[in-house]
């Protein structure tokens, strides 16, 4: 269970350099589709931060080719240490006004880049360790086979509200969007050792989908990949419905997400058939040690359309593995 404390800085179980505190805020402006996220990655024990903020509204193979991509990995995080009020020398600023509930975030890069929003949530923060809120974890618990790794020993997703403004060299859009951010602690090694497929669907302020899956990229770029889910929920009128069951299929174009297929079915065994496409590409390094290759999709489920982000996260070091066993079969 998500308590107010975890708003805060979470004492670190260890001395190890690669505790990690995390906090992610993405949201979109689907006229222009312009996808935005804007996150910072703390290492408590050697005193600094890793930040990114990235605006893209384009399909692009490197970062610097979008609309705007800054990436710093040793900033000095502030004191006294606050997680709920935190100023980066990247120009970030991040103030939480209600514990996981409601954040007003601004960033100013000095350049005529800048960005200010308030998140508001539309439903309580997800627990991925919560039994009680997540069928899947309470099965595996039951059976004695829970193990997710230690980069989220703890762990939250939450759907909200973001509105306010961005502007990008003196172009401004208005942020009205429902979409979802996170917040994660625990040891994080630099080397991704895990795929994820972290994805979301968001439909109107009474209904939301969010997901967690896992893949087997090894098929190499362009093969299309079948998803297991290991997390999920689904907001309805602002209440939270784990998911019990799921399963997907990406078709890919390199690694990114050109479409996405899902079927879904939540706590209340109700189901849901989601169908996104691509509207955007970007490679998003949160660190040195992953690549997410982000896409902003379009959704349909039923008579319903939104729009949501697909990150699909793996290790350089598999990458590489997959690019040198590619190289060796068409040689």
Not at 147 to 173: C, I, P, T
Request: aromatic letters at 12%; a negative charge.
């Amino acid at each position: 269970m998500i308590e107010d404390i975890d708003a805060d800085f979470h004492t670190p179980t260890s001395d190890d350099p690669t505790w990690t505190e995390t906090n992610f805020f993405g949201f979109y402006i689907p006229e222009a589709t312009l996808n935005v996220g804007v996150y910072a990655l703390f290492r408590p024990n050697v005193g600094v931060a890793i930040s990114t903020i990235a605006m893209n509204s384009k399909f692009v193979q490197a970062p610097w080719q979008a609309e705007y991509w800054d990436a710093q990995h040793h900033l000095p995080i502030p004191e006294t240490r606050n997680l709920r009020d935190y100023r980066l020398n990247n120009g970030l600023h991040v103030v939480c006004r209600e514990p996981n509930r409601v954040w007003d975030v601004e960033f100013d890069n000095g350049d005529d880049v800048s960005l200010a929003f308030r998140y508001t949530a539309i439903a309580d923060a997800f627990d991925i360790h919560d039994p009680k809120q997540d069928p899947i974890v309470a099965k595996q618990a039951d059976e004695g086979v829970f193990a997710w790794g230690e980069a989220y020993a703890g762990h939250f997703d939450q759907s909200g509200h973001f509105e306010g403004e961005v502007n990008l060299r003196g172009k401004k859009y208005a942020v009205d969007c429902i979409s979802t951010m996170d917040h994660s602690w625990g040891l994080r090694s630099e080397h991704q050792g895990h795929t994820m497929s972290w994805l979301h669907a968001h439909f109107s302020k009474d209904f939301a989908i969010h997901g967690i899956f896992d893949f087997d990229p090894t098929g190499g770029p362009d093969a299309a990949t079948e998803l297991t889910l290991e997390h999920g929920y689904v907001v309805d009128k602002g209440e939270l419905y784990g998911l019990a069951a799921g399963r997907g299929r990406t078709i890919r174009e390199g690694f990114f997400a050109k479409s996405v297929e899902l079927e879904l079915t939540d706590s209340e065994g109700r189901e849901y058939e989601l169908h996104g496409l691509g509207r955007t590409s970007f490679p998003w390094q949160a660190g040195p040690g992953t690549v997410g290759y982000n896409v902003l999709a379009e959704w349909r489920s039923g008579t319903e359309r939104g729009w949501g982000e697909i990150q699909d996260f793996i290790g350089p070091q598999q990458l590489c593995k997959i690019y040198s066993a590619s190289d060796a079969t068409s040689s």
